[in-house]
């Protein structure tokens, strides 16, 4: 079934056009790992939005195709009795990148700002003393020694593309594990993640660490441009490599290593 657009929107882009321009960003974000290597560089991308906004999908395009050494995803569970006894940022700090590494966070400490606050897990106190706070801690990790580049995405949904992302999850057996607890309230409570965006935004929006939006009703648009960003936003060029040369089979101790298998177990040959 063809996807509803709202009028004046681009038309959505072609699956074909979308995985060439795909394999071209993605050959530039092998170059970035490369330098980030070589440099020592210290990156933090941070990815917030709304429920269904397409955050896995937008990680998932950057880091199929490149080493989890050096691109590392987190993404936290809700915290334990011993976490919700420490300072609210203390269980991030040990995931920060060491040298050569980019972090990516699949929500964060961003959480108070949002879902904690809307649904009640935090106090008003608590949620008014991270937006004070929150700018603070990022200009320091910002400017200490080393120190990292904070990248931060905030994916944008329509309404109506939301609930029809839902929709789809709930007729689909191979989504329907994607509906957490979470993210029903996010429907009913459309206005209130809005005010809860809306605060965060402007409380957190500085020049040491800025917020920049994604559109994302256009979920293949949206990957592209955000992967375009990120390598426009990381300084970076590219770095030598040496021409690999395959080494022949060395046959002084030849043997039939095939004939052995013969008497193991084997997978059952289904298909």
């Given at each position: 079934m063809?996807?509803?657009?709202n009028?004046?929107?681009p038309?959505?882009l072609?699956?074909?056009?979308y995985?060439?321009?795909?394999?071209?960003l993605?050959?530039?974000?092998?170059l970035?790992?490369d330098?980030?290597?070589?440099?020592?560089?210290r990156i933090?991308?941070?990815?917030?939005g709304?429920?269904?906004?397409?955050k896995?999908?937008?990680?998932?395009?950057?880091?199929?195709r490149?080493?989890?050494?050096?691109?590392?995803?987190?993404?936290?569970?809700?915290?334990?009795?011993?976490?919700?006894?420490?300072?609210?940022?203390?269980?991030y700090?040990?995931?920060?990148?060491?040298?050569?590494?980019?972090?990516?966070?699949?929500?964060?400490?961003?959480?108070r700002?949002?879902?904690?606050?809307v649904?009640?897990f935090?106090?008003?106190?608590?949620?008014?003393?991270?937006?004070?706070?929150?700018?603070?801690?990022?200009?320091?990790?910002?400017?200490?020694?080393?120190?990292?580049q904070l990248?931060?995405?905030?994916?944008?949904?329509?309404?109506?593309?939301q609930?029809?992302?839902?929709?789809?999850?709930?007729?689909?057996?191979?989504?329907?594990?994607?509906?957490?607890?979470?993210?029903?309230?996010?429907?009913?409570k459309?206005?209130?993640?809005?005010?809860a965006?809306d605060?965060?935004l402007?409380?957190?929006d500085?020049?040491?660490?800025?917020?920049?939006?994604?559109?994302?009703?256009?979920?293949?648009?949206?990957?592209?441009?955000?992967?375009?960003?990120?390598?426009d936003?990381?300084?970076?060029?590219?770095?030598?490599?040496?021409?690999?040369k395959?080494?022949?089979r060395?046959?002084?101790?030849?043997?039939?290593?095939?004939?052995?298998?013969k008497?193991?177990?084997?997978v059952?040959?289904?298909?």
């Amino acid at each position: 079934m063809a996807m509803l657009q709202n009028q004046g929107d681009p038309p959505r882009l072609k699956r074909k056009a979308y995985e060439k321009e795909l394999r071209k960003l993605q050959a530039r974000l092998c170059l970035l790992q490369d330098w980030v290597k070589r440099k020592g560089s210290r990156i933090v991308i941070v990815f917030e939005g709304r429920d269904a906004a397409g955050k896995g999908g937008v990680i998932k395009a950057i880091t199929e195709r490149v080493s989890p050494r050096i691109f590392r995803v987190v993404a936290l569970p809700a915290p334990s009795d011993r976490e919700k006894s420490q300072m609210y940022m203390q269980r991030y700090i040990p995931h920060l990148p060491a040298a050569g590494e980019i972090v990516i966070f699949d929500r964060s400490w961003y959480n108070r700002a949002g879902v904690e606050h809307v649904m009640g897990f935090c106090t008003k106190e608590q949620h008014e003393r991270f937006l004070e706070l929150c700018p603070i801690v990022e200009k320091f990790i910002t400017e200490a020694d080393g120190g990292i580049q904070l990248i931060k995405i905030w994916l944008e949904v329509s309404d109506r593309e939301q609930k029809r992302r839902f929709e789809a999850r709930i007729n689909d057996p191979l989504r329907q594990w994607k509906l957490s607890p979470m993210d029903l309230p996010s429907r009913s409570k459309w206005f209130e993640y809005s005010r809860a965006r809306d605060m965060m935004l402007k409380a957190t929006d500085t020049k040491a660490a800025p917020w920049y939006v994604l559109p994302s009703d256009d979920k293949r648009r949206a990957r592209l441009n955000c992967i375009r960003h990120i390598l426009d936003a990381i300084p970076h060029k590219e770095v030598p490599r040496q021409r690999v040369k395959l080494p022949k089979r060395e046959m002084d101790n030849a043997y039939d290593d095939q004939a052995v298998l013969k008497k193991r177990r084997f997978v059952r040959a289904v298909y």
